[in-house]
């Protein structure tokens, strides 16, 4: 199988399926769809982990979490997503003490149709690449990253590159929010 990503320029596709956004009974479940983040305005931050229920991802999960207010103050709505099951998500929230309290939404791709439009599965287990997505509030792919199964990414980098976009300017190596940005 060869993965073709979708990179920088392209239109994030259009999707609806299933998340889970609360551990409490008769509430855990909300169809999140691409054309009701469109139409919020707002920048969209979708981050991807292979599997539920293992040793990496809730470490991400945890930070991305701890940091969910400053996507806010960015105007930027934070998503996680696996190939999991809407069930398998709700189960790991209630079982997982950091997941308890989540802040986003994390959607479910049982089909793995969203997965494999972005050209992220992993060829032998079929599970999501750890990818991060920034979209801009067009729908247009500004950022992208890709990380092997068993490396963590950073959330501050996430939200260092947010911050850069956001400024619409040119910004150089290493750039963080509140310093110069060069002209042109």
Known sequence: M????LSVGSEFPEFK???????EKGKEFYELSSEELKNSGKWMVMFWWPKDFTFVCPTEIAEF????????????????ASTDSE??????????????????????DTSK???????????????AYRATYIVDPQGIVRWVSL???????????????LDALQTDELCPC???KGEATLTA
């Open 174 to 176: 290493n750039w963080s």
């Open 113 to 127: 149709s969203l997965a494999t439009e972005l050209g992220i599965l992993e060829a032998n287990e079929k599970v």
């Open 2 to 5: 060869k993965n073709v990503i």
């Open 87 to 108: 069930f398998v998500h709700a189960a790991w929230r209630r079982d997982h003490e950091d997941l308890r309290g989540l802040q986003f939404p994390m959607l479910a």
């Open 17 to 23: 399926k299933t998340a889970v956004v609360s551990i």
């Open 65 to 80: 979490n701890k940091h969910a207010q400053d996507f806010a103050d960015r105007d930027a709505v934070l998503i996680g």
């Open 147 to 161: 990380y092997d199964l068993s490396v963590g990414r950073s959330v501050k980098e996430v939200l260092r590159v």
